[in-house]
């Protein structure tokens, strides 16, 4: 099947054709990388405009639970829903050893729903391409939503974050952020903090915690892009399904809000802007690494440091110049 | 002062020419830049060959006692030592909020020792530059051992590690490393992990946790540059002094050991060449950004892309293909 073939299956919302589209856009192969680029141009500007939502959440939060009955919510109203991992690291963490769609049985399962697993060793440069490239298949393929999962102790939320229209973040009750592993600068990144398992003996503890970080996002400065009151801390169950339906709305009554207010659109288009610097500066460098004169000069001058024939910034000095001439 | 003055009068060990060259290397003026790389010019291969510390520690483990008690232990055995700050952060942090000077206040009236508090709002990058060039002029400033500084949380224990000779993790006793708020990759880094507040009531648990986190050490799997029973975990208490020695002791070892093998000048060499392909990379974006043509092109696809008009990738392909050109 080749690219050209690809194009009109995704824009059906064909989920296999969609899947071996993703599985193009993460290839290492020249020959793949250049389908890819294809089927995106073919496929750029049309499709659906999809809420892209980053929801990061470490280890033990219950974030599978929570997108399995959160997702099932999404597709029992109609919504098509897209689930993206973007740790490259989580395949070896113990949450989801067993494989995405292990984690999350029932969505995975549903028509309406497309779970992509994070593909495993990819540089955390590619893991930011693959997944916009991803998200911009996915809304080829006429999804509504796109959940972009990450796990809370990284730097892939700051590059989630340049690629979603809300962050919200999944925590656990009890504990301060610093317990939960979650860093500080992630909590900032927030728009709508879910507060999970807030349920059975744990619900007194959810609530507390719901409050703590109420608090805490209080003191944040607010930002233009903020209505009234967000960012907001929220009590969910991913057992009981309590909260799931609020969280919903809040997250459409936010993008909405920053819809009718412009800042929608210009958040995307600034991510958009940053897109296109991004690969720049990737092509940049990959040039770099492909010139074989270039790649014979660095390697020389690379040894000459090494050797200490040379000092590492002066070397630097002579090599820009020659890249200059 | 003139960079030339400056470089005799460092050579000599005087800490107030390496904190001014230190200040040079800091600074974002054109100017300063330029004096900062004809110094380094002028001091490269002279100086002593420094033992290269990275230690690294959540707030609250006690680093700063540690780091007092254990560089005065190192003064008083006629050593100089120097202490070098990484975290751009750390300026904003609880911890550090005195500064670093009044952290350690004994030791930074020790004639031989040197505290350069991090400097604040540096990105990264700069971080990692300045750190490796702040790490040259100690060495030209005979200091024997350079400690680095890190806060354990972010990612500038991996910056750090590619430019020390070992790496040290100091935790508190009890927790495992989630709770300590380490990342797990921090612990694979370690050389040598130290469980501080081996003293008084929290000894037993000091002495539980350096078992617990020698057993998780035994199972990472053995490193060529690794002697028998290294990484190590072992007790010390900067209030009572116990242990300091014996730590002491099992780095120099480490390091003896990793000369002899010849371990230690390969890093370095390989240290040398990363630092140097870091440069070229920044230098090459640095003109990106300073070329006016090349802004000027790259402001207008970039509004493109911005406006919808043209996709990411489309317009980094023509941007790149200019660049070309």
Chains 1, 2 share one sequence.
């Not at 494989?99 to 955390?124: C, V, W, Y």
């Not at 040894?303 to 002579?318: H, I, L, N």
Request: overall charge neutral; proline content about 4%.
């Amino acid at each position: 099947m080749t690219a050209a073939d690809l194009a009109p299956r995704i824009l059906e919302g064909d989920r296999r054709a969609l899947a071996r589209a993703i599985t193009l856009v993460e290839s290492g192969r020249a020959d793949h990388r250049a389908q890819a680029a294809e089927l995106l141009d073919t496929l750029a500007g049309v499709g659906r405009q999809a809420l892209r939502i980053g929801l990061s959440g470490t280890p033990g939060v219950g974030k599978s639970t929570f997108i399995e009955a959160f997702g099932l919510r999404l597709t029992g109203q109609g919504l098509r829903v897209a689930v993206l991992a973007v740790d490259p690291s989580s395949a070896r963490s113990g949450g989801s050893i067993l494989g995405d769609k292990t984690r999350m049985e029932q969505l995975s399962r549903d028509p309406n729903a497309f779970i992509r697993p994070s593909p495993s060793q990819t540089h955390l440069g590619g893991v930011a391409r693959r997944t916009r490239e991803a998200v911009s298949l996915c809304e080829a393929a006429q999804f509504d939503v796109v959940l972009i999962e990450t796990v809370g102790v990284g730097q892939s939320e700051t590059l989630v974050a340049e690629m979603v229209d809300l962050f919200v973040l999944l925590m656990a009750p009890g504990g301060g952020d610093e317990l939960q592993g979650v860093k500080r600068g992630i909590m900032e990144m927030a728009d709508i903090i879910l507060v999970n398992k807030a349920d059975g003996d744990l619900k007194p503890a959810a609530m507390r915690t719901v409050a703590d970080y109420a608090g805490a996002l209080h003191l944040l400065r607010k930002r233009p892009q903020d209505p009234e009151g967000f960012p907001k801390a929220l009590p969910v169950s991913a057992l009981s399904q309590d909260g799931l339906d609020k969280a919903w709305e809040e997250m459409t009554a936010l993008a909405d809000w920053r819809r009718a207010q412009g800042h929608f659109e210009t958040r995307r288009a600034e991510q958009a802007r940053h897109w296109f610097e991004a690969e720049v500066r990737e092509g940049l460098l990959a040039r770099l690494r492909e010139d074989p004169q270039i790649r014979a000069q660095m390697q020389a001058l690379g040894t000459a440091v090494a050797e200490g024939d040379s000092a590492p910034a002066a070397a630097a000095a002579r090599m820009l110049a020659l890249l200059r001439d």
